[in-house]
């Protein structure tokens, strides 16, 4: 059973596109995380939810906007997508606020 | 600003030798420390974890030591096989923080 799993796994798209990544754990963890990974392998964090609520929202362009339906899932969505933005992305959760996080394996975002 | 560790640097270890990396951190405040371990294409893996009130923990082939003095601290892995090459994080957090502050990752490769 996959714990935290986020799809696509791989996003080829022009620049202007809009896009969404999805993601979902089954933990059971209250807090979900979106990280970005640059090509330097930097891990960054986004944003972070707790039981649906926004509690870190970090230097992000407003075209990054996440939606968390329920507590096990939490999508992020990316408006008017630019080549910068290529990067790899990863959902994490965690039980309990900043702590141990898990994490999924990842969506690699290729803008052309 | 708050920084932890130190831009990808590479650790090249012969199998079956003992490898150290080392992660630096700048905020005073941190209490709780993780090691992550990022093979190709996956997303971080927790590794394991100490809190600021000890100094070492062992796990299996792994320790950790901290020395909040010169707010440092080290994942020695012991007799190093070919399955832990992959990119070694740092990560720290605070007692009432809400995410965690990664390092910038030490790549290891392990030579047959």
């Known amino acids: 059973d996959t714990a935290v799993s986020q799809t696509p796994k791989y996003l080829v798209t022009q620049m202007g596109n809009d896009k969404s990544i999805k993601c979902e754990q089954n933990?059971?963890?209250?807090?979900m995380y979106w990280y970005k990974q640059d090509s330097k392998k930097f891990l960054k964090i986004m944003f972070s939810y707790n039981n649906k609520e926004l509690i870190i929202n970090e230097t992000v362009p407003n075209r990054f906007s996440p939606k968390s339906p329920d507590k096990a899932h939490l999508n992020l969505h990316i408006n008017s997508l630019e080549l910068g933005d290529s990067a790899v992305y990863f959902c994490a959760s965690s039980q309990d606020r900043g702590r141990v996080h898990t994490f999924g394996s990842g969506t690699r975002l290729t803008v052309v | 600003g708050e920084s932890v560790g130190l831009h990808l640097p590479t650790l090249s270890v012969q199998e079956g030798d003992n490898s150290i990396i080392n992660c630096a951190y700048s905020n005073s405040a941190s209490d709780y420390f993780i090691w992550y371990k990022q093979e190709s294409g996956k997303g971080p893996q927790f590794i394991i974890d100490i809190r600021s009130n000890m100094d070492k923990r062992q796990g299996q082939r792994v320790t950790v030591l901290l020395n909040k003095t010169v707010k440092h601290l080290s994942l020695q892995i012991a007799a190093t096989q070919p399955g832990d090459s992959a990119v070694y994080f740092c990560a720290e957090t605070q007692a009432a923080g809400n995410k965690l502050t990664f390092g910038g990752g030490t790549r290891v490769l392990v030579k047959p």
């Open positions: 933990l059971g963890h209250d807090t």
